[in-house]
Nanobody, 131 residues
Framework: QVQLVESGGGLVQAGGSLRLSCAAS????????MAWFRQAPGKERELVAG????????YYVDSVKGRFTISRENTKNTVYLQMNSLKPEDMAVYYC????????????????????????WGQGTRVSVSS
């Protein structure tokens, strides 16, 4: 599977913006569906956004629609998560994930993807939002 390294987390005031980046290496990036999960203290990991290999299909959890944008640059083997209008409830560790199984892409399109559907995980980057 592909290796993933996230960057871009940090501390921001409510209403501010951050852009997370995830650089992939090791395999053919364009074969992979990419996504971002997050985990807040005491909560389960939650799928935030995902994007298919071509970028033609994206998914967002309802709580971030209109505020977050996922995109990918296949020439740079990088996926991004632009986060605007951040809220205290967005505070979590954000994980970049990937898999080349078509079933993962199918589940993503249906909004049914779970952490176990992705075999590659980054180390996580922390996003803190002050109110």
């Amino acid at each position: 599977q592909v290796q993933l390294v996230e960057s871009g987390g940090g501390l921001v005031q409510a209403g501010g913006s951050l852009r997370l980046s995830c650089a992939a290496s090791g395999r053919t990036f364009t074969n992979y569906v990419m996504a971002w999960f997050r985990q807040a203290p005491g909560k389960e990991r939650e799928l935030v956004a995902g994007i298919t290999w071509s970028g033609g299909d994206t998914y967002y959890v309802d709580s971030v629609k209109g505020r977050f944008t996922i995109s990918r640059e296949n020439t740079k083997n990088t996926v991004y998560l632009q986060m605007n209008s951040l809220k205290p409830e967005d505070m979590a560790v954000y994980y970049c994930v990937a898999d080349d199984d078509p079933l993962a892409a199918l589940k993503l399109r249906r909004g049914a993807a779970r952490p176990g559907d992705f075999r590659s995980w980054g180390q996580g980057t922390r996003v803190s939002v002050s109110s």
